[in-house]
């Protein structure tokens, strides 16, 4: 099949390079690349995840109505052996995230999660949701207790909610990652770690000290992991270790 006049044949080596090339300039990314390029699914995910409400377009978001479909689409893909989420997020709405990192936990193919620049907020519990998790050297994760914004009904019932909602955030990152509910909440709480709040800004050899990621390390590291994984996969369902 040919492309539009002008342009190199839509099937042609030139003919995909220009495709990339064109989406590049429309809409500043290229596209996931097929099952046929790679058995690694790749993610990412940047900027503010956003929720129920749409973020003003000058903020850089990820969309989780976006990110459920692609992730069921990755465990419904034969070819697709294993996925890899890369992290850059300052954090946002707590159901969005938890929604993610659930999908995530749930997937039946190996995982594995890498934060790049900053991992912050509800970004935390999405890090540590894969099967291993790796954080740069130079990365950081803020814990911090959950926040309201906009209109808030100043009565009991509103506490009861946040608190509540700040338990399944606790709950999930401690059942996922090897740090106790009292280290977590301990980082939570800490006064005198941000300026004008409560909370900890925990830096990659620390995070992975606190026992909350596995280990520090970037992509190269993170790949050779997946790839173990799948392998060690592949030799289960092949009928276990032979010799």
């Given at each position: ?12 080596e030139e003919?995909?390079k220009?495709?990339v ?22 993610m990412t995910?940047?900027?503010q995840?956003?929720?129920?409400i ?10 989780y109505?976006?990110?459920i479909?692609?992730?069921v ?8 052996e294993?996925?890899l989420?890369i992290?850059n ?8 995230g ?5 999908m995530?936990a749930?997937l039946?193919?190996?995982t594995?999660?890498v934060?790049i ?11 540590v ?18 926040r ?6 100043g009565?009991p ?10 338990e399944?955030?606790?709950r ?6 090897k740090?106790?509910?009292d280290q977590?909440?301990?980082?939570m ?9 409560i ?6 050899a ?9 280990e ?8 050779n ?7 060690e ?11």
């Amino acid at each position: 099949m040919n492309g539009a006049p002008g342009n190199p044949p839509v099937g042609t080596e030139e003919g995909k390079k220009a495709t990339v090339a064109e989406a590049i300039q429309q809409l500043g990314q290229t596209a996931v690349p097929g099952s046929a390029d790679s058995n690694i699914f790749c993610m990412t995910i940047i900027g503010q995840i956003e929720g129920h409400i749409v973020l003003p377009p000058q903020n850089k978001s990820t969309k989780y109505e976006h990110m459920i479909p692609q992730l069921v689409a990755a465990e419904q893909n034969s070819r697709i052996e294993g996925l890899l989420i890369i992290l850059n997020t300052v954090g946002g709405d707590v159901e969005a995230g938890l929604a993610i990192a659930e999908m995530i936990a749930s997937l039946n193919k190996p995982t594995v999660t890498v934060v790049i620049g900053g991992g912050h907020s509800i970004g935390v519990p999405i890090a540590v949701a894969a099967d291993y998790s790796y954080i740069a050297e130079s990365a950081t994760m803020t814990i911090h207790p959950i926040r309201m914004s906009g209109l808030v009904i100043g009565v009991p019932q509103t506490f009861e909610y946040m608190e509540k909602m700040q338990e399944r955030v606790v709950r999930f990152v401690t059942s996922h990652s090897k740090i106790t509910e009292d280290q977590f909440k301990d980082l939570m709480f800490k006064t005198g770690e941000l300026n004008r709040d409560i909370g900890t800004a925990v830096s990659g050899a620390d995070a992975v000290k606190f026992g909350l990621m596995d280990e520090v390390g970037g992509i190269g590291q993170a790949l050779n992991r997946l790839n173990s994984m799948i392998t060690e996969r592949k030799s289960a369902h092949a009928g276990g270790i032979t010799q």
